[in-house]
């Protein structure tokens, strides 16, 4: 991953360990996008065409749909992920004494939707509780019953760094009737995932952390079943089938996912976004999660011998990218601070160190890191 290293510049000058929160992006993205923008976004229509705006949109959903295993037509491209979970809410229907499944261990992104639903319609949103950082697959079957409709929670969590065995919990969600619905940007780009194979019912997530893309471009994956006739919240002159004929009057949705992407798109990002997956792919996302799951080994063993708590299982099935880690008496904020002066960046999180390396870091950031928390602690 040493020559890999050269496509991120700033790696050379900071040890950059905070993918959970925004990853750097490779040279070949920012290149990409620069050039688009100078081509189409800065010239008008000069050379950007009805025909080149659907290859754009389209380029984006195929390259999503090889990453995650399903077809193009079940992508609707968004700008984040709070977008398409939103979308996914929505597109539930909801009777008083239903229920949602999560954890407490969530971004606010997975649940609102859900706190929202249940505010207007009556829906009882259920938290399984962390121990120690840890949501158990039984702590979440002992929450859903025949009135579940929807467990849902992220591939990775945020904070404490676990993965789920998403198989596992669609089986749970479907023994019920109800669905999963994974939020996946703390896992895309660094663990290979197939939305078949594990039976995921609804997906979501944005490009700006493991998937190396840019702010601004995201997608979300769903079933057929669950939107085929669902009326989107929002609609626009892109929500008709032929939209291209501009007709006021004529209003057919798409038969696709599509029918969620109502307007004007984020071109440049999407665009960003196709490019850093057809990076990612160059490398191999098996090659990836090889790689960073030696980091995250290394960084687990070295903060043991810290003596630090670590929060993350430390079995490889239950981790990806992020490790988490507690210390006696530490003032987090404080530490981060002083990492960030000798030019290592993490973050703090649930009252924790994060620290989230990807393809851009090598063993040297990890010794470097360790030494440095020695040093700090003095
Ligand atoms: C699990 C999870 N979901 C979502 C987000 C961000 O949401 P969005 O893509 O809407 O900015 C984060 C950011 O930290 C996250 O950790």
Not at 94 to 123: C, M, Q, R, S
Not at 148 to 175: C, K, M, P
Not at 220 to 225: A, C, L, P, Q, S
Request: charged residues 25%; aromatic residues 8%; hydrophobic residues 40%.
């Amino acid at each position: 991953m040493r020559r890999v290293r050269e496509d991120f510049p700033i790696s050379n000058e900071v040890v950059y360990m905070n993918t959970a929160a925004i990853s750097l992006k490779p040279v070949q993205v920012i290149d990409a996008m620069t050039e688009f923008m100078k081509g189409y976004e800065a010239n008008g229509t000069v050379n950007f065409s009805d025909s080149l705006e659907g290859e754009v949109l389209e380029n984006a959903r195929c390259r999503i749909s090889e990453l995650i295993g399903c077809r193009s037509d079940d992508i609707a491209l968004t700008t984040n992920t709070s977008e398409g979970i939103n979308f996914v809410a929505h597109s539930i229907k909801f009777e008083h004494g239903n229920n949602v499944v999560t954890t407490d261990l969530e971004f606010p992104t997975v649940t609102y939707p859900w706190l929202k639903i249940a505010k207007e319609k009556g829906v009882e949103v259920r938290f399984a509780l962390n121990r120690n950082g840890i949501v158990s697959v039984e702590d979440l079957e002992k929450l859903v019953d025949d009135n579940t409709r929807v467990i849902a929670l992220s591939h990775v969590e945020y904070s404490s760094g676990q993965r789920f065995n998403l198989r596992e919990v669609a089986d749970l969600a479907h023994r019920h009737g109800a669905i999963l619905v994974v939020d996946a940007v703390q896992s895309l780009g660094v663990i290979p995932l197939n939305v078949k194979r594990e039976n995921v019912d609804a997906l979501a997530s944005a490009a700006y952390k493991w998937l190396l893309g840019p702010f601004g471009a995201g997608f979300v994956y769903m079933r057929k079943e669950l939107y085929e006739n669902v009326m989107p919240p929002f609609v626009g002159w892109r929500s008709n089938k032929e939209h291209e004929e501009y007709d006021p009057q004529k209003f057919t949705l798409p038969e696709t996912a599509r029918r969620f992407e109502y307007g004007g798109m984020p071109y440049t990002p999407i665009y960003g976004l196709t490019k850093a997956i057809e990076y990612i792919m160059s490398i191999g996302i098996e090659n990836i999660r090889e790689h960073v799951m030696n980091l995250t080994q290394k960084l687990i063993d070295g903060l043991n011998d810290l003596g630090a708590q670590i929060l993350t299982p430390s079995n490889r099935e239950q981790r990806a990218g992020i490790v988490s880690a507690r210390f006696d008496k530490m003032d987090y904020d404080k530490i981060v601070e002083e990492l960030a002066k000798n030019k290592i960046i993490v973050s703090k999180r649930m009252n924790a160190l994060r620290i989230s390396p990807h393809i851009y870091n090598v063993e040297e950031d990890v010794m470097k890191f360790v030494e440095a928390i020695k040093k700090v602690r003095k």
